[in-house]
């Protein structure tokens, strides 16, 4: 009897005894659980922060490549317009294009012809004429127009009124007596697929009906009135005029223009200059 209660006794402190082992383990693990979930918890923590500061880091660097991009456009425009062939327009803007130019001219004469009297004379004569002008065109790409003003300003008659040539020898004179007029001024469209043009408004119908590539510009080529348009044709001073072309292939154009005669525009319709 006292055997087997010794024995039950036994049995029960080793179950008890492997209890609390078991029970003393599960705290253990338990508390590494915490821990290691506090870890988790922490490190998630920073790689939130961290991928924070990594997007306000791209914030900043998306705003630092639009300021370099922005830069190296106004640095590519500079020097275009420091390497542009001289005459060009400086384009201010998308389709908006600023000219600038001047010319200054002194010429002397020995034994001039003709003085302002009217009388003639056998003396040295020097004179100075001075032009300027500036020009603005906007072209209008979605609708295939483009719009040009041409302003000038000049004093100075030169030589042309002291000699009796056939030809002035200063085509650039045009004494304005230093007042900003208006040279030409016209609106362009372009029709069917840019294959033909039409303008209207102030024009220079040397511009479109007496054209050279070596003597059509007084301030850089041939000065001679002479050289500058050809003698065979009387052609109106710039003038309210309409004029189309249609360039049948890249080298041959056909155009047709008709203008005001007397440049004055008065009764346009009554005397008309027409070319083509």
Known sequence: MSLKLFSR???LAVVLSFGRAAYAGGDDVESMLQKLQS???????????QGSHIKSQESVIVAQQGKISEYEAKLSQFEENLHRVPGEPIQLMEGLELGVGGT??????????????GRTEKKSRTDGTYSADVTLAKEFKEIGGRAFLHLEAGQGAGLDDNLTF??????DAGDSKAKVEVTEFWYEQGLFKDKAALTFGKLDPTAYFD????A???TTQFLGSIFRNSSALE???????IRIAYMLVEWLELGYGVFDANSDWEKIGDNLFNIG
């Open 9 to 11: 006794f036994l049995v």
């Open 39 to 49: 870890r988790v918890d922490a490190l998630e923590r920073k790689v939130n922060a």
């Open 104 to 117: 200054m001219i002194v010429q002397g004469a020995n034994n001039i012809n003709y003085d302002d009297d």
């Open 166 to 171: 056939y030809s002035g020898v200063n085509r």
């Open 211 to 214: 054209q050279s590539e070596v």
């Open 216 to 218: 059509n510009d007084e």
């Open 235 to 241: 052609f109106p001073d710039n003038t309210a005029g």
